[in-house]
């Protein structure tokens, strides 16, 4: 079972700073967060991950709480190309390796 | 350019027949892996490989398997393929220092009668 909540759906308007929210409140202390995004059925394309600090990089930025319990994905400047289903994932370890849970995301909508 | 390919992209069959799926990626990286995505669901992952010759089940391995002769060549074959195995397709890979951080193809839409 998917271990994050997500928002079935969400619009920003384009230029706008989209915020997407996700509760990961069973995650344990080892157990990063990543965040993928599919774009009308393509492959999902890797965005960002984090443990505890906030970490950024030229697509997006990730706040996680304190308590690590949620974590939001902001997009600062969304454009129309940035509709697509946003998925906020955990990795977990596996017997022999790591495993990304995949939930069923949030589908963002950019409008002009 | 960097990239993961799978062939066919769209494939109809019927119950029984077998088939296979191509991937490949020309990133030299060691893990590759097969998800499969249906509607509402996420994506679940059917089989991955750590390396050559090393393959291991995922969430749902049931009526596929997968063969890892070469590094950058991970197939995903159907013997007797069912109804129930339609679905969207998708090969990803990653290097072994940074298996999460996956690379994925475009995807095999399949349609089982």
């Known amino acids: 079972d998917a271990k994050t909540t997500q928002p079935t759906s969400m619009d920003c308007a384009e230029g706008r700073a989209a915020n997407l929210p996700c509760n990961h409140s069973t995650i344990s202390g080892n157990e990063y967060v990543y965040w993928y995004r599919q774009i009308h059925s393509q492959g999902p394309q890797y965005i960002i991950h984090?443990?505890?600090?906030?970490e950024t990089n030229e697509m997006a930025s990730l706040i996680i709480t304190e308590d690590r319990k949620s974590s939001t994905l902001i997009l600062p400047h969304a454009t129309l190309r940035d509709t697509a289903v946003y998925y906020c994932i955990v990795r977990v370890a596996g017997d022999s390796n790591y495993q990304l849970i995949w939930g069923a995301g949030t589908k963002l909508i950019i409008k002009p | 350019e960097a990239q993961v390919t799978q062939n066919p992209r769209y494939l109809i069959t019927v119950t029984g027949k077998k088939l296979t799926v191509t991937c490949s990626q020309n990133m030299n990286h060691e893990y590759m892996s097969w998800y499969r995505q249906d509607p509402g669901l996420g994506l679940r992952q059917i089989y991955y490989?750590?390396?050559?010759?090393?393959?291991d089940k995922g969430d749902v391995p049931e009526g596929y398997k997968v063969s890892r002769k070469e590094k950058r060549n991970f197939p995903l074959i159907l013997e007797s393929p069912s109804p129930n195995q339609t679905s969207l397709y998708f090969c990803?890979?990653?290097?072994?220092?940074?298996?999460?951080?996956?690379?994925f193809g475009p995807g095999t839409r399949l349609l089982v009668l």
């Open positions: 990803a890979s990653s290097s072994w220092t940074d298996q999460e951080t996956q690379y």
């Open positions: 984090g443990l505890k600090n906030n």
């Open positions: 490989s750590m390396n050559v010759e090393v393959t």
